[in-house]
């Protein structure tokens, strides 16, 4: 199987062949749109950290891994992770099932932070509050 990958204006296709079909696929790859507040990318990791990849193998940035956790699905166990990225000095986050898989991300306003805040502020209440 042989790979390559191209650029269409902010969005990455991935194109690889079979050996033995002669066949192309194409597969989507990264799309770098900051004005839209949309990025997609490939965590992987590089010396004790994280790095945002295109389809190619080429680096965006550095992207933090801010925590994972066990959620169950219909029976199911699945880790998910939680992922930070600083963009051209903006703030993008996301959750995807790990590294090395796709992950988008979305801008992080400043409104959007505080209302999390807020709403673990008011668990955390109410939790302590039943005990």
């Not at 992950?103 to 709403?119: E, F, I």
């Amino acid at each position: 199987m042989s790979g390559r990958s191209t650029w269409h204006g902010k969005h990455e296709t991935g194109h690889f062949t079979f050996q033995g079909k002669g066949k192309e696929f194409s597969a989507g790859g990264a799309n770098i749109d900051a004005e839209s507040g949309r990025i997609s990318g490939y965590p992987s990791p590089q010396n004790r950290g994280y790095v945002l990849k295109t389809w190619g193998g080429e680096t965006i940035g550095p992207i933090q891994l801010v925590k994972s956790w066990v959620q169950y699905s219909f029976g199911n166990k699945t880790r998910i992770y939680a992922w930070r990225i600083k963009y051209q000095g903006r703030t993008f986050t996301g959750r995807n099932g790990g590294p090395e898989m796709i992950l988008h991300l979305k801008h992080a306003t400043a409104r959007d932070q505080r209302s999390r805040s807020k709403k673990a502020r008011k668990r955390r209440r109410s939790s302590w509050s039943r005990r």
